[in-house]
């Protein structure tokens, strides 16, 4: 917004040539959602522990040490990521374009999905939320619309394309496929980020990385010179991403100041399946899919073990993980929560550094 009223100006005013920076303007994205957190974060963290009583319901079949430790905690916490990032983009970020709008549009359609999840949990008392049925279909529906809109706005030889990490110049033509691919990736993405969060601070910092590297990758794509020079697909207008990316950081880093252990508030699936969702829509207008799964590693470990227990306890009756998500399993065996917050932190700070080394290496 800023941007469009601003660097028209620039001409007569030289100083306000520096809104014309996506520089500058993520870096303010970055302080604006980070300022908003701070300021609004203690009013919803009391307004949501004043109306939820007894908070989000703990789930009687996950570890016993959460009975005791995590009652009454309030959750919805994503509102207020979603709430400073909201803001700082649309503050900073060129509002004409369009693929702003689709990851705007993703983020606040799974928030809104996550919230009435949230808002059954804790208004019925029970763990079970909106039914997984009903919430796969309006995800489905949601990233299904928003995906075509993607195609139509991508050059026509990456507008069905998926991109190779390492090789240069392979795109494979996904044809009519690339639509339910897409699906696939953002709604996998929502959900996997979603399995994640399941202890203080978990979540939200693996996401801060993922929304760092995926800030420098839209701008890197969405810029012709370098682009270029590190052989990625240009991607027109995509660069203007990075400010959305700069106000998930933002975001992110003022939820973990209340996110951190002890939490005082939980992120929620409302908080959960919006920024997963928004990561998995970046990642397919940069047409660096499978680089998510790299930066984004950690997600994906945890979404695996979830598969692997459900298909192993069904078809032979044993389980892999003594529990899953993978981050249950290791407190079962007696690892300190902080202990495996911090180390799947290291985790995900490496998979994050080999999802940028694809970027050189090709």
């Keep these: 917004m800023l941007y469009n009223f601003l660097a028209p100006l620039a001409d007569e005013y030289a100083i306000l040539n520096l809104f014309r920076y996506l520089t500058f303007r993520t870096g303010g994205a970055i302080i604006t959602a980070l300022t908003i957190s701070f300021v609004f974060g203690p009013l919803i963290i009391r307004w949501l522990t004043l109306h939820q009583g007894s908070g989000q319901p703990i789930r009687t079949y996950g570890p016993e040490s959460h009975m005791a430790t995590k009652a009454g905690t309030p959750t919805m916490g994503g509102v207020l990521i979603l709430l400073a990032l909201t803001f700082a983009t649309l503050l900073w970020a060129d509002m004409t374009n369009q693929f702003v709008w689709i990851v705007l549009l993703i983020t606040l359609g799974f928030g809104v999905i996550g919230f009435v999840d949230d808002y059954l949990k804790v208004t019925e008392q029970h763990h079970a939320g909106l039914p997984g049925k009903v919430k796969l279909f309006f995800e489905t529906l949601i990233a299904g619309l928003l995906a075509i809109w993607v195609a139509r706005l991508l050059p026509s030889e990456l507008n069905s394309s ?24 953002i709604v996998g993405a929502s959900n996997a980020v979603n399995l994640t969060d399941g202890l203080d601070g978990l979540a939200i910092v693996p996401i801060m990385i993922a929304a760092g590297c995926f800030g420098f990758i839209s701008y890197l794509v969405g810029n012709a010179v370098f682009a270029s020079y590190l052989q990625l697909n240009l991607v027109p207008g995509a660069g203007e991403l990075a400010v959305f990316c700069g106000a998930l950081v933002g975001a992110s ?66 389980r892999v993980f003594r529990m899953a998500p993978l981050h249950h399993h290791f407190e079962e065996k007696g690892w300190h929560e902080s202990t495996i917050v911090i180390r799947f932190w290291i985790i995900a700070s490496i998979l994050a550094l080999a999802g940028l080394a694809t970027l050189k290496l090709r």
Excluded at 167 to 180: A, C, M, S
């Design 253 to 318: 880093l003022g939820f973990l100041w209340f996110n951190a252990p002890p939490a005082m508030v939980f992120m929620g699936d409302t908080g959960s399946l919006s920024v997963g969702g928004s990561l998995g829509a970046i990642s397919v207008i940069t047409k660096h899919e499978l680089v998510l799964a790299i930066v984004g590693g950690l997600f994906v470990l945890e979404a695996v073990s979830v598969i692997v227990q459900v298909i192993s306890f069904k078809l032979t009756g044993r």
């Design 162 to 185: 998926l991109a190779v990490p390492f090789l240069k110049d392979l795109l494979i033509d996904l044809t009519w496929f690339f639509v339910p691919f897409s699906i696939v990736v």
